[in-house]
C-alpha cells in the first residue's frame, strides 16, 4: 500500500503550485491515472482526503481520469488500446504487442483555483 | 464577491522527484561502469537464497556487491553475509518498496568504479515497488513454483516492468504439481518476449545459464558506456 505516500506527494505538489500563485484555496486536481502505473484508485481516493487535511486542499476533489494502456501494434503499425492490462496483444490482429505508449501516467494534470 | 475558479494546467509526474534520483543514480552506474541488477518478488519467493547463491558463485570471477531491503530485521543481509561479498541493509520500517534516494543513501562510501556488479533486493511485494525506478540497468522478476501459475495474470505491472522472469524452487515443482507451461504463457501474456529461466537455488540447476546471462548483459552494456582501454 504505497497509495498514502503518492497522495502526500501530490498534496505536496500542489500546495507549491498554490503556493506560487499567492497561495490561492485548490478546490480539484486532475490525475492522470495510467492501467499500468501500479497505483489502485479506490485506494488512492480515500488517502487523498486523509493526506489533505490542514493543508490548502483541505475538502478539495482528485478527479481522476483512468488510462487504459494503449501500444504500438508491430503489425498493424498503429496504436492500439488493449482489452485488458492482463494481456498483451493486438485487439485487431492479435499479435503480441509490447511497446507501450499510453499507461503508466501519475500525472497532475492540472488544478481548479479558487480566486 | 463569488471566489472564482481557474483551471491551471501542471502536467507534473507525481513521482519526478524518484525519477530525478533514478536517473542521476544510473547515470553515476554507467559511468563507473558496474551493472546494477533488482530483484523484485512476493515475500518468500526464494530471493534472498537465490541471491546468495548467485554471490557465492560469481566471487570468483567478479567483484559483486548487494544492497538488500526489508521492513525490519537484517536477517537477510547476514544471510547474504555469508558469501563473503559487501552487503548493505536498508531497513525501510513501515515503508513497504525501496526508493531511489534509499539507494543513493545506501551506496555512500562504497566506491562503485570497483564493482563489475551490484545487486538490489526490494521488499518483497509485487504490487509497489513497480512504480518506483531505482536506477538498475535490469529488473528480474521471481515466480516461486509453490505460488501460482496464475501470478503474472494478478500482477501484471511488476512482470510488465521486469526485463527477466526467474522461476525458483525447481526441485520442488514436481510435487507441488506447478504447470510451468501455463506459467510461461501467463509471463508472455502480460510481457511478450521476456526471457524466462528456471533455477534451484538449493541443488544449484539452471544457475550456470542465469550467470551467463549476467555476463552477456554486463557485456552488451560495457560495449554501450565504455570504450576498454587497451594497454
Known amino acids: 500500500m504505497h497509495e498514502l505516500s503518492i497522495a502526500m506527494s501530490i498534496v505536496e505538489m500542489a500546495e507549491e ?7 490561492a484555496r485548490v478546490s480539484a486536481v486532475h490525475l492522470k491515472l495510467g492501467a499500468l502505473a501500479g497505483v489502485v484508485k479506490a485506494a488512492l481516493l480515500s488517502s487523498y482526503e486523509m ?7 483541505q475538502g478539495s476533489r482528485l478527479v481522476i481520469e483512468e ?10 503499425l498503429e496504436p492500439r488500446t488493449l482489452d485488458s492490462p492482463q494481456w498483451f496483444i493486438c485487439p485487431e490482429c492479435k499479435s503480441p504487442i509490447s511497446e507501450i505508449v499510453q499507461g503508466r501516467e501519475l500525472q497532475v494534470f492540472a488544478l481548479e483555483l479558487q480566486e | 464577491m463569488i471566489p472564482q475558479t481557474r483551471l491551471v494546467e501542471v502536467r507534473q509526474n507525481v513521482l519526478k522527484q524518484n525519477d530525478i534520483v533514478a536517473r542521476e543514480l ?12 533488482s530483484l523484485v518478488s512476493s515475500p518468500g519467493s526464494g530471493k534472498t537464497a537465490f541471491l546468495e547463491k548467485t554471490l557465492t558463485m560469481m566471487r570468483p570471477n567478479y567483484h559483486v556487491a548487494a544492497l538488500v531491503g526489508d521492513l525490519a530485521t537484517d536477517n537477510d543481509a547476514a544471510r547474504l553475509a555469508r558469501s563473503r561479498a559487501p552487503v548493505r541493509q536498508i531497513t525501510t520500517g513501515t515503508l513497504c518498496h525501496l526508493e531511489a534516494a534509499m539507494v543513493r543513501t545506501a551506496l555512500v562510501g562504497w566506491e562503485l568504479d570497483q564493482l563489475d556488479f551490484l545487486f538490489i533486493e526490494n521488499v518483497g511485494n509485487l504490487v509497489c515497488p513497480a512504480s518506483y525506478d531505482v536506477g538498475e540497468d535490469l529488473r528480474l522478476v521471481l515466480l516461486s513454483v509453490t ?5 503474472p495474470l494478478k500482477y501484471p505491472t511488476i512482470f510488465n516492468t521486469s526485463d527477466l522472469a526467474v522461476l525458483t524452487k525447481m526441485d520442488l515443482a514436481e510435487a507441488v504439481e506447478f504447470d510451468i507451461a501455463a506459467a510461461h504463457s501467463n509471463i508472455q501474456r502480460v510481457r511478450p518476449g521476456m526471457p524466462v529461466l528456471r533455477v534451484s537455488s538449493k541443488s544449484g540447476a539452471g544457475m550456470d ?20 582501454q587497451a594497454f
Open chain 1, 17 to 23: 503550485e498554490s503556493g506560487q500563485r499567492g497561495g
Open chain 1, 51 to 57: 493526506a489533505c487535511e490542514g493543508t490548502v486542499l
Open chain 1, 67 to 76: 488510462l487504459p494502456v494503449v501500444a504500438h501494434c508491430p503489425k498493424c
Open chain 2, 26 to 37: 544510473r547515470q553515476r552506474f554507467h559511468d563507473a561502469g558496474v551493472c546494477v541488477v
Open chain 2, 147 to 151: 505460488e501460482g501459475e496464475d501470478k
Open chain 2, 209 to 228: 545459464e542465469w550467470l551467463q546471462f549476467l555476463a552477456s548483459a554486463r557485456k552488451s552494456r560495457l560495449g554501450h558506456s565504455t570504450v576498454e
